[in-house]
């Protein structure tokens, strides 16, 4: 049996043996059953772990995360078996497991290990016509990726050049036995449709479609990595840098690019940053109506990950939840720890030469803005509202509410690491505290 399997993975054997250790997903299916029987042999002992998902959405859940089990023992492999809580949100039950399942995956990768998925080549057909309805560009229409980095890992896909037919043949030559999964047959499934409804009549028609159609999903692989090389090159023209929150881009060099490398930057910038590449009408939202906007506007366009906003002839990319405004809120603060602060920033002193000046007995406590407030910045002179000072500043307008302004025994001593207040700057050569606000 062992020999029989071996041609199956022969060009990823060497690749397979330096990886410091293999999973292969094995949820009990004829697929992943063939890829599990593959692998076995070809790895010493202690270097390859069965992974298997119970999902909990079939009521034969349970049996066949018994029958992984027993089929795991006769072999002598590992069995990892994690059961997940699927809640479907705006995409669909399919999606919320499929992120279940990969989030396990994520978990158990290290550095330098390989989770191997038994997807071929009709998955792969299936997936880029599935993406083709759905109007997906070249990066999508460019199917699954042989291996991809996930998590501390990587993802890789053995099978992907094999069609259904050879591995179903293999299979049943070899006498192994698999689970059916009965919602594989209802073609109210968009994939399942494609599947048995669609596909059998483009085979009648173009007997080779499986071919054809994975050239094409070659073809827009190569065409998304020429786009990505030209949306990197971009993105180092135009002066990245790190903001308190995200990052910012030159707005003037965005500007002068065309509308096709000012989409394809974007996409970059966020595919580079780990955010989720959002859909055409927010690529389009951040060209036609953030970039036109005028300035007291507070131009933002929002998407799944984050949001853009436009800044002092800057475009920045905010990743996260949206930060609250804060008043009201009084923090008491030891100075000797890193304060947790709204928005997810954080406050922290570090003792050195010159900075806030502290004495013995000094109380701290940070507060934020309610409107109104005046300070007097070291060395300025006189009272000025915090809004001009602010504003003087260039600090970004989403983010004033959100500036911890640090008391000292009830007067205001500093605002963020922006300023410190009159009167409680230590002298250049003097010990005192750098504040600072990430």
Same mark, same amino acid.
């Given at each position: 049996m062992d020999g029989d399997c071996a041609d199956l993975l022969a060009p990823w054997l060497p690749r397979l043996r330096a990886a410091r250790h293999c999973f292969v997903a094995y949820s009990g299916g004829l697929d992943s059953t063939l890829l599990l029987h593959a692998l076995h042999p070809?790895?010493?002992? @202690?270097?390859? =772990?069965?992974?298997?998902?119970?999902?909990?959405?079939?009521?034969?859940? /349970?049996?066949?995360?018994?029958?992984?089990?027993?089929?795991?023992?006769?072999?002598?492999?590992?069995?990892?078996?994690? &059961?997940?809580?699927?809640?479907?949100? @705006?995409? @669909?039950?399919?999606?919320?497991?499929?992120?279940? &399942?990969?989030?396990? #995956?994520?978990?158990?990768?290290?550095?330098? *290990?390989?989770?191997?998925?038994?997807?071929? %080549? /009709? /998955?792969?057909?299936? =997936?880029?016509?599935?993406?083709?309805?759905?109007?997906?560009g070249p990066r999508g229409l460019a199917g699954m990726p042989a291996s991809r980095p996930l998590g501390a890992g990587t993802l890789a896909r053995p099978f992907l050049t094999l069609d259904r037919a050879t591995l179903d043949a293999r299979a049943r030559a070899l006498g192994? *036995?698999?689970i059916e999964d009965e919602s594989n047959t209802r073609v109210d499934a968009d994939r399942n449709y494609l599947r048995h409804e669609l596909l059998p009549r483009v085979a009648a028609r173009w007997p080779a479609y499986r071919a054809r159609v994975a050239r094409s999903?070659?073809?827009?692989?190569?065409?998304?990595?020429?786009? %990505?090389?030209v949306g990197r090159e971009d993105l180092a023209a135009l002066g990245e840098r790190p903001e308190r929150r995200g990052f910012s881009l030159c707005l003037a060099g965005f500007t002068r690019l065309t509308a096709e490398r000012q989409g394809n930057l974007l996409r970059v910038w966020l595919d580079e940053r780990g955010l989720p590449v959002p859909g055409h009408g =927010?690529?389009? @939202?951040?060209?036609?109506?953030?970039?036109?906007a005028r300035d007291d506007a507070a131009p933002l366009v929002e998407f799944g990950g984050g949001r853009f906003r436009r800044h002092r002839r800057r475009l920045y990319l905010e990743p996260g939840e949206p930060s609250t405004a804060a008043p009201g809120v009084i923090l008491p603060w030891d100075i000797r720890h890193r304060l947790p602060l709204p928005g997810g920033f954080t406050l922290e002193a570090v003792p050195g030469v010159g900075g806030l000046r502290v004495a013995p007995g000094d109380r701290f406590e940070v507060r934020f803005r309610r409107g109104g407030e005046r300070c007097r910045p070291a060395g300025r002179g006189g009272?000025?509202?915090?809004?001009?000072?602010l504003q003087e500043q260039g600090l970004e307008p989403w983010l004033r509410d959100l500036v911890p302004l640090v008391f000292?025994?009830?007067?205001?001593?500093?605002?963020?690491?922006? #300023?410190?207040?009159?009167? #409680?700057?230590?002298?250049? *050569?003097?010990?005192?505290?750098?504040?600072r606000w990430r």
């Open positions: 070809q790895l010493p002992p @202690g270097r390859l =772990t069965a992974v298997h998902v119970n999902h909990g959405l079939s009521p034969h859940a /349970d049996r066949w995360q018994a029958h992984c089990a027993a089929r795991c023992a006769a072999l002598g492999v590992p069995l990892v078996a994690e &059961r997940v809580v699927v809640s479907p949100a @705006g995409e @669909g039950l399919e999606q919320a497991a499929r992120a279940a &399942r990969y989030r396990v #995956f994520e978990a158990l990768l290290g550095a330098g *290990d390989l989770l191997l998925l038994a997807h071929h %080549r /009709d /998955d792969q057909v299936e =997936t880029v016509l599935y993406r083709l309805l759905r109007g997906s192994l *036995d698999w999903a070659l073809h827009c692989a190569e065409a998304d990595e020429l786009a %990505r090389q =927010t690529v389009r @939202g951040v060209i036609a109506e953030l970039l036109p009272s000025h509202p915090l809004k001009k000072v000292c025994n009830g007067e205001l001593a500093a605002v963020g690491d922006l #300023f410190l207040c009159e009167g #409680f700057a230590a002298p250049p *050569d003097a010990p005192g505290l750098a504040l």
